[in-house]
Nanobody, 121 residues
Framework: QVQLVESGGGLVQPGGSLRLSCAAS????????MGWYRQAPGNERELVAV???????NYADSIKDRFTISRDNSNRAVSLQMNSLKPEDSAVYYC???????????????WGRGTQVTVSS
């Protein structure tokens, strides 16, 4: 079994900052990529940012230059530093990992339960 546990969500005023963290645990042989997605009410889940084991990153256009994703490979963790937050950033943020649970396993995708981020005055 693989678990992804997020932390760091909450309520913040527009222009403020939050840092989300996610730790992976369980039967993990290799993590290929970790990232963050978000889903606001009435919207589909969308990519926010992703980082590969080699450090390559990809960001959604809407959050470029405001959010930074980073990864701690040794601790199987990923973080998302969110600055200059806007009300439209409000959503449930989900941690995502693409990993292999064993040497001969195919990669599978896992999700955390999500953490709420609300940007409001």
């Amino acid at each position: 079994q693989v678990q992804l546990v997020e932390s760091g969500g909450g309520l913040v005023q527009p222009g403020g900052s939050l840092r989300l963290s996610c730790a992976a645990s369980g039967s993990i042989f290799e993590i290929n990529a970790m990232g963050w997605y978000r889903q606001a009410p009435g919207n589909e889940r969308e990519l926010v940012a992703v980082i590969t084991s080699g450090g390559s990153t990809n960001y959604a256009d809407s959050i470029k230059d405001r959010f930074t994703i980073s990864r701690d490979n040794s601790n199987r963790a990923v973080s998302l530093q969110m600055n200059s937050l806007k009300p439209e950033d409000s959503a449930v943020y989900y941690c995502n990992a693409r990993l292999r649970s064993g040497r001969w396993s195919y990669p599978s995708t896992y999700w955390g339960r999500g953490t709420q981020v609300t940007v409001s005055s």
